[in-house]
């Protein structure tokens, strides 16, 4: 079996940072994403999710290395300021590197 390096990074944000999300992400060169609603508790205390507004989000995707470090460094710089906000990424490998 022939595997590629790829990175997923995981963002998990209030989502109201969903719209600012998906555009850095396209900007970045993303192609595709997966994204759900989450429940957790944080430095910002509990977040459930019974008001929509106030739910927090996670989305997954996966890119190139270098993709996902320009990604990262976008967040960082230019969302983290303004949402409650957590990203990391974790190092993979795919079967079918052309779908990324």
């Not at 850095?24 to 994204?35: A, C, K, N, P």
Request: hydrophobic share 45%; proline share 7%.
């Amino acid at each position: 079996m022939n595997t590629h390096p790829m990175k997923r990074v995981t963002v998990i944000c209030e989502a109201l940072a969903r719209e600012p999300v998906l555009r850095l992400l396209t900007e970045v060169g993303g192609h595709g994403w997966t994204l759900w609603e989450v429940e957790g508790s944080g430095s910002w205390g509990m977040r459930t999710g019974d008001i929509p507004e106030f739910a927090n989000i996670q989305v997954e995707m996966i890119l190139p290395p270098a993709g996902a470090d320009t990604l990262l460094g976008r967040l960082s710089a230019e969302l983290f300021p303004k949402f409650a906000m957590v990203a990391y990424e974790t190092e993979i490998r795919v079967l079918r590197p052309a779908k990324f």
